[in-house]
Antibody
Framework: QLQLQESGPGLVKPSETLSLTCTVS??????????WAWIRQPPGKGLEWIGN???????YSDPSLESRVTISVDTSKNQLSLRLTSVTAADTAVYYC??????????????WGQGTTVTVSS | AIQMTQSPTSLSASVGDRVTITCRAS??????LHWFQQKPGKAPKLLIF???RLQSGVPSRFSGSGSGTDFTLTISSLQPEDFATYYC?????????FGGGTKVEIK
C-alpha cells in the first residue's frame, strides 16, 4: 500500500521558514489521477487545510496563509514539499501530507502521512 | 469561506448505540462533503466521500446522508474501535474547510 512520510525539523524559530518534505513510496506523485495536500492540526485543536497541488501544477492554498506558503512537487524524488515563511507560535502544529483522488472532488484525501510535529519557539 | 458547523461537539455513547453526527454548511455545497475519523495520535482516516459513498474497507455500520447544507454521519451500532473524533470537510469551493470535530466518548 502507498505510504506517505513527512520529514523536517521539529523546532523552528519565530520569523524563520518552516520547510517540510513528504516522501511518497511510489511514483504516483507524477500521476494525473491524484492530487496532493498539506493539512495541519494545532495542539488540541481541529484540522486546518493548508493547500493542494495538482498534476497540472495548479495550486490553491488557504487565503490566511497564501502570502507565506509554497507547495511544490519533485517528481524525480517522489516528494511533496511545504514551505511556510515568517512563522509564529500560531504555526505550531502537527503537519500532515495527504493524497487525494477524484476528477470532480478536491478533498477526498484517502491516504495520509503519519504527521510530523513542528514547534515554533525561540 | 464556507463555515462548517458540527454538532454535537462531543457525545457519550455505549457500545451498540446508534450515533448521529451532524454537519451544517453556511451555504449550499451540493454533496461535496466528506467525513473523516481520527484517533488520538493518529492521522485522519477517510470514511465517507461525496456525502454518502463508503470508502473501501470501511465497515458498513458507517453511513452518510445529506445534500445542500445539512449532512449526517451515522454509526448504526457503535463498536469499541469507533471511539474517536469525527470531522467533516467541504470541497465545494476553496478554501477547503473542516468542521470543528465531534468527539465520541465511552459512556
Amino acid at each position: 500500500q502507498l505510504q506517505l512520510q513527512e520529514s523536517g525539523p521539529g523546532l523552528v524559530k519565530p520569523s524563520e521558514t518552516l520547510s517540510l518534505t513528504c516522501t511518497v513510496s511510489d511514483d504516483s506523485i507524477g500521476s494525473r489521477n491524484y492530487y496532493w495536500a498539506w493539512i495541519r492540526q494545532p495542539p488540541g485543536k481541529g484540522l486546518e487545510w493548508i493547500g493542494n497541488i495538482y498534476y497540472s501544477g495548479s495550486r490553491y492554498s488557504d487565503p490566511s496563509l497564501e502570502s507565506r506558503v509554497t507547495i511544490s512537487v519533485d517528481t524525480s524524488k517522489n516528494q511533496l514539499s511545504l514551505r511556510l515563511t515568517s512563522v509564529t507560535a500560531a504555526d505550531t502544529a502537527v503537519y500532515y501530507c495527504a493524497r487525494g483522488w477524484g476528477d470532480s472532488s478536491v478533498g477526498v484525501f484517502d491516504i495520509w502521512g503519519q504527521g510530523t510535529t513542528v514547534t515554533v519557539s525561540s | 469561506a464556507i463555515q462548517m458547523t458540527q454538532s454535537p461537539t462531543s457525545l457519550s455513547a455505549s457500545v451498540g448505540d446508534r450515533v448521529t453526527i451532524t454537519c451544517r454548511a453556511s451555504q449550499g455545497i451540493t454533496n461535496d462533503l466528506h467525513w473523516f475519523q481520527q484517533k488520538p495520535g493518529k492521522a485522519p482516516k477517510l470514511l465517507i466521500f461525496t456525502a454518502s459513498r463508503l470508502q473501501s474497507g470501511v465497515p458498513s455500520r458507517f453511513s452518510g446522508s445529506g445534500s445542500g447544507t445539512d449532512f449526517t454521519l451515522t454509526i448504526s451500532s457503535l463498536q469499541p474501535e469507533d471511539f474517536a473524533t469525527y470531522y467533516c470537510l467541504q470541497d465545494y469551493n476553496y478554501p477547503l474547510t473542516f468542521g470543528g470535530g465531534t468527539k465520541v466518548e465511552i459512556k
